[in-house]
């Protein structure tokens, strides 16, 4: 059959490890062969990310909001460890903390559900979306060392000069602050996107912070939140039949494991990055977790919720066979494929993004699986295949729903 021609470009942004080499063999198995891809191709691999001394990121952010699709691969954020690995000039920033910030918006992150697999929170029947804050926060902070006594403040100089100053902390001893800011426009975009994706699910909205600690920062957000909600939202949620709750981050995690699913719960940028990574797990791995950020100006910047995959990276660097699951790194170019197919009325892209999905589903509920899943299923009969033999057998299937 002939190529999927595409009309405008994808933002590729290439990544780091076994990430990497998954994405190079996605593309290779499962993309190249049915489709003419269009990429603006962008390496964010820590040691040209170091190169460049970052500038890579900022480009393939700046690109994204021009060609309004975007499709990123796993990558390093450095600590200590990675600075000396990699020999660095320094402990740069994450790359993903660098392109929210340009690009503002919400990351929403969702688990794949297969047939055999089962949530280990008996209760959970249906996904549980997570909607993350992706501006500002720990991911956007100013940090410290302190070294001896003094005084730590917090200071706000206004454009008339006007200063208001308030005291972090009386150091009688070596510490370390940290300042982290949001702004009111960004949060007003979470809360408008948060609602506006639970009308389009069909699903009720959750939000919780912890604003009896955090009398001024978190309550800012529980306030906008209110404020969005009753102006613009609330008939329009009594009309849809779903419902709108704040409540604090401790009791939202007790209502969470007590649930059945079926909604989306949104977070700070911290709580939001971690509360995925345990959603993700609790539903059976973090390679079945998609995730897309959405700005309010209508960019797209799809990827796998997991990371780098380290240890199965250094393994096949030693020649030894490794079993890593591609599912959410393929769900991330199928996600990006399917915007771009959208947008640009591409109705052969848009299918073939879905046949991709299925595709991979049908070939774990046939019992063909990666290590990880094979731990997890349910399913009698099983069979571990490893990383290439996965794609190859996702292939098959593809290519019979293609016929």
Known sequence: MAKIIMKTPLVEMDGDEMTRVLWSWIKEILLEPYIALNTKYYDLGLKHRDQTDDQVTIDSAEATKKYGVAV????????????????????????????RAILDGTVFREPILVKGIIPFVRT???????????????????????KGTGKAEIVFTSK???????????FTDDGIIMGIHNTDKSIKSFARACFTYALDKKQDLWFSTKDTISKIYDHRFKDIFNEIYEAE?????????????YTLIDDAVARVIRSEGGFIWACKNYDGDVMSDMIASAFGSLAMMTSV??????????????????????????????????????????????????????????????????????TIESGIMTKDLVALS?????KTVNTREFLLEIQKRLNDMLQ
């Open 72 to 99: 990123k691969c796993a990558t390093i954020t450095p600590n200590a460890a990675r600075v000396v690995e990699y020999d660095l000039k320094e402990m740069w920033k994450s790359p993903n903390g660098t392109i």
């Open 124 to 146: 959970w029947k249906k996904p549980i979306s997570i909607a993350r804050h992706a501006y500002g926060d720990v991911y956007k902070n100013t940090e410290l060392k302190i």
């Open 160 to 170: 008339a000069g006007n200063e208001t100053r308030k005291t972090i902390h009386d």
């Open 233 to 245: 939202y609330s008939q329009k949620f009594k009309d849809a039949g779903i419902e709108y709750f």
């Open 293 to 362: 950020l959405v700005s309010p100006e209508g960019y797209y910047e799809y990827e796998a919720a997991h990371g780098t995959v380290q240890r199965h990276y250094y393994n096949h660097l030693e020649g030894k066979e490794t079993s890593t699951n591609s599912v959410a790194t393929i769900f991330a170019w199928t996600g990006a494929l399917r915007k771009r197919g959208e947008l640009d009325q591409i109705p052969d892209l848009v299918s073939f993004a879905e046949k991709l999905e299925n595709a991979c589903r049908r």
């Open 378 to 382: 349910v399913l009698e009969n099983k």
